[in-house]
């Protein structure tokens, strides 16, 4: 038995990192916006340009997110500078709040104090859920554990491939978290298989 687990979890970590390998290059499309999974500057580049689609969508919107900024958000604050730029370069007249902003920082009011930049992660957060559920699937491990579960074998390879260089390493219980966050939202019905099961390839995620 013991054989079979160091087997699995040989196979299991093989396959951990060959995804999350793929996720540094691959580019994936989201309402519309590319960008690559496991890239700290496209993570950015996907939730500034969401809180500007955000912000045009209605006057309240817009209000909602210059308090961010104010408050010190800090990707609220550079999809609005962007918006500025951009109603400037069409000549045309600001929204009331939009407007009132700007003035702000002309005239050298800054936003608030920047908080931790959470628009880093957001991509690399669902990669990681989407890591750990295909691992789960495919290798019968139960999510979650320290010792053989998908979490901690998507933890080590994440740990081990090159993603690290653009966001640190991470920790099991960062990826717990992460988990147990996103199957809220994404999975709420996913119930993992027995371990051992035979793998049935999940078509939502792997084309």
């Known amino acids: 038995m013991k054989h079979v687990d160091q087997a699995r979890e040989a196979a299991a970590m093989s396959y951990a990192l060959a995804t999350i390998d793929r996720m540094t290059v691959e580019e994936v499309e989201l309402f519309g916006i590319s960008a690559v999974w496991l890239n700290k500057a496209h993570n950015r580049q996907f939730a500034v340009e969401m809180v500007k689609r955000i912000a ?18 800090s ?87 090159d993603a690290v260089g653009d966001y640190g390493s991470i920790s099991y219980k960062d990826i717990e978290g992460i988990w147990s966050r996103y199957k809220k939202i994404a999975a709420p019905d996913w119930i993992p298989k027995q371990p051992g099961a035979p793998f049935v390839k999940p078509r939502t995620f792997e084309g």
């Open 56 to 73: 045009v969508s209605r006057p309240e919107a817009l209000m909602d997110v210059v308090d961010l900024a104010r408050d010190g958000v």
């Open 75 to 161: 990707v609220a604050d550079e999809a609005l500078r962007e918006l500025m730029l951009e109603y400037s370069n069409r000549g045309e007249v600001m929204p009331t709040y939009l407007s009132a902003y700007n003035m702000e920082l002309l005239a050298g009011r800054p936003p608030g104090r920047p908080g931790r930049k959470k628009a880093d992660f957001f991509l690399r957060d669902i990669a990681i859920f989407l890591a750990v559920l295909l691992v789960s699937e495919r290798f019968g491990l139960t999510p979650t554990g320290r010792n053989l579960s998908a979490c901690s074998i998507v933890a080590n390879a994440f740990n081990g491939s």
